[in-house]
């Protein structure tokens, strides 16, 4: 099949998110080598062109609410709500004209009712056309969780469910959930781990383990994410002290997620010396967000528009990513692409990003201490690590290599060659 002529369709609820961030790169890095990608979301959370969406008018999007809410009875029931996540409904996606002319289906994250599992079957079963199912968190490979949290029952079934101790028919729901999304998946679907981490996680999983599961990292568009040598903005709009060294924090979810280790991030603070030549910068976050720390710091909110947010990250010193299980972060990528160097816990996808002590630094997992050992190294010699960040993001993250490496997913083989016995 020519290039220019495989049509591939992305698959993802609504146009706000990490997930969307990511697919609406990837989408981009496609058309780049010249294939016909586009993007079919649920509905539109903010208006954007060129994004096409199945839902056209509020007052669908109204009642779709409704029966999704109503169809989530168990999970209230049991108290896992939050916690666990499932696909029971879902719209008839395949009645859209994307979908009717697509080679490729990549799903990127289709809850909220976008697809039930019997559509996820039908679309391999039914159509013939070729899944690739992009993992930007643990979703596809588990019972319904997003990320797991340590447990590694995925690999067993999800037999015994840690949210749902000692209820029998919990536990009997979570399975029966783990056995329906094995089905769907099991015609013609593939993975893409966007990092190492999650690929190996994914190919210990019973129902993606005989699968092609193959890594490939989200691209990032380096025409947007660069070193701003013309910061002095920044400091302006925000009355930012002039003179000290800056520390940055992506507060999205920092309260709810305790996965984004938030409490280590304070108690690493803490240990910081010198407290009166830092000065922290928040954003993602509301404008109330409140840092209960012995140091100066300036809570900027939601950034909307990239070249704002590409100029924060070039203005920081150190960027800070305490989460204590994470894939491939967007953030970490984006102030790499700015030239600052991140410092995290040696977990999940980070490894895939960071260097230690070349591009950043990797601390021991819940050694705040550490963390704030990297804060000040990484803050003291930004200019030294900065050319490590630039030269790693152009080798691995830039458009056309990632859509290349795509392209050449789509065309292999959806199971693994039976060269162990595996069936």
């Given at each position: 099949?020519?290039?220019?002529?495989?049509?591939?369709?992305?698959?993802i609820?609504?146009?706000?998110?990490?997930?969307?961030?990511?697919?609406?790169?990837?989408?981009?890095?496609?058309?780049?080598?010249?294939?016909?990608?586009?993007?079919?979301?649920?509905?539109?959370?903010?208006?954007?062109?060129?994004?096409?969406?199945?839902?056209?008018?509020?007052?669908?999007?109204?009642?779709?609410?409704?029966?999704?809410?109503?169809?989530?009875?168990?999970?209230?029931?049991?108290?896992?709500?939050?916690n666990?996540?499932?696909?029971?409904?879902?719209?008839?996606?395949?009645?859209?004209?994307?979908?009717?002319?697509?080679?490729?289906?990549?799903?990127?994250?289709?809850?909220?009712?976008?697809?039930?599992?019997?559509?996820i079957?039908?679309?391999?079963?039914k159509?013939?056309?070729?899944?690739?199912?992009?993992?930007?968190?643990?979703?596809?490979?588990?019972?319904?969780?997003?990320?797991?949290?340590?447990?590694?029952?995925?690999?067993?079934?999800?037999?015994?469910?840690?949210?749902?101790?000692?209820?029998?028919?919990?536990?009997?729901?979570?399975?029966s959930?783990?056995?329906?999304?094995?089905?769907?998946?099991?015609?013609?679907?593939?993975?893409?781990?966007?990092?190492?981490?999650?690929?190996?996680?994914?190919?210990?999983?019973?129902?993606?383990?005989?699968?092609?599961?193959?890594?490939?990292?989200?691209?990032?568009?380096?025409?947007?994410?660069?070193?701003?040598?013309?910061?002095?903005?920044?400091?302006?709009?925000?009355?930012?002290?002039?003179?000290?060294?800056?520390?940055?924090?992506?507060?999205?979810?920092?309260?709810?997620?305790?996965?984004?280790?938030?409490?280590?991030?304070?108690?690493?603070?803490?240990?910081?010396?010198?407290?009166?030549?830092?000065?922290?910068?928040?954003?993602?976050?509301?404008?109330?967000?409140?840092?209960?720390?012995?140091?100066?710091y300036?809570?900027?909110?939601?950034?909307?528009?990239?070249?704002?947010?590409?100029?924060?990250?070039?203005?920081?010193?150190?960027?800070?990513?305490?989460?204590?299980?994470?894939?491939?972060?967007?953030?970490?990528?984006?102030?790499?692409?700015?030239?600052t160097?991140?410092?995290?816990?040696n977990?999940?996808?980070?490894?895939?990003?960071?260097?230690?002590?070349?591009?950043?630094?990797?601390?021991?997992?819940?050694?705040?201490?550490?963390?704030?050992?990297?804060?000040?190294?990484c803050?003291?010699?930004?200019?030294?690590?900065?050319?490590?960040?630039?030269?790693?993001?152009n080798?691995r993250?830039?458009?056309?290599?990632?859509?290349?490496?795509?392209?050449?997913?789509?065309?292999?083989?959806?199971?693994?060659?039976?060269?162990?016995?595996?069936?």
């Amino acid at each position: 099949m020519e290039n220019k002529r495989l049509k591939v369709v992305h698959l993802i609820a609504t146009n706000e998110g990490g997930a969307y961030r990511a697919a609406k790169r990837i989408n981009w890095a496609l058309n780049n080598i010249g294939v016909d990608s586009k993007i079919l979301i649920l509905f539109k959370r903010k208006e954007e062109p060129n994004i096409n969406s199945f839902y056209k008018s509020n007052m669908q999007i109204f009642f779709h609410k409704i029966i999704y809410m109503a169809s989530v009875s168990k999970l209230k029931k049991y108290n896992i709500i939050g916690n666990i996540y499932e696909s029971k409904i879902g719209v008839n996606i395949l009645k859209n004209k994307l979908m009717k002319s697509a080679d490729i289906i990549n799903i990127h994250w289709v809850n909220d009712g976008m697809l039930s599992y019997n559509g996820i079957k039908r679309l391999g079963e039914k159509t013939g056309k070729r899944i690739v199912w992009t993992l930007h968190d643990m979703y596809a490979f588990t019972a319904g969780c997003y990320y797991s949290n340590g447990c590694d029952e995925y690999k067993r079934g999800c037999t015994h469910c840690h949210y749902i101790e000692n209820n029998n028919q919990a536990q009997t729901y979570i399975t029966s959930l783990f056995r329906k999304k094995k089905d769907a998946l099991k015609e013609n679907v593939s993975f893409v781990g966007c990092s190492n981490w999650i690929s190996g996680c994914a190919n210990e999983s019973i129902i993606s383990k005989n699968c092609l599961v193959e890594t490939i990292p989200n691209p990032i568009d380096l025409k947007i994410f660069y070193p701003r040598r013309d910061f002095s903005r920044v400091y302006q709009r925000y009355m930012i002290p002039m003179g000290k060294k800056i520390i940055l924090f992506g507060a999205m979810s920092a309260f709810s997620d305790k996965r984004k280790g938030y409490g280590y991030l304070l108690k690493a603070l803490e240990f910081v010396e010198n407290k009166k030549e830092y000065h922290i910068i928040v954003f993602g976050g509301k404008n109330d967000f409140l840092l209960p720390v012995n140091m100066e710091y300036t809570n900027i909110g939601v950034i909307n528009n990239d070249d704002d947010l590409a100029m924060i990250y070039s203005a920081a010193d150190v960027f800070i990513a305490p989460s204590i299980q994470e894939n491939l972060s967007n953030t970490v990528m984006e102030s790499l692409a700015c030239g600052t160097p991140v410092v995290a816990f040696n977990i999940g996808g980070m490894p895939d990003l960071i260097e230690h002590q070349k591009n950043g630094y990797l601390a021991r997992l819940y050694d705040s201490e550490d963390l704030a050992e990297g804060i000040q190294f990484c803050s003291k010699n930004k200019k030294d690590l900065s050319s490590i960040c630039l030269k790693l993001v152009n080798e691995r993250f830039n458009y056309k290599i990632i859509g290349e490496k795509y392209l050449k997913h789509y065309k292999k083989k959806v199971k693994k060659i039976n060269e162990e016995g595996v069936k």
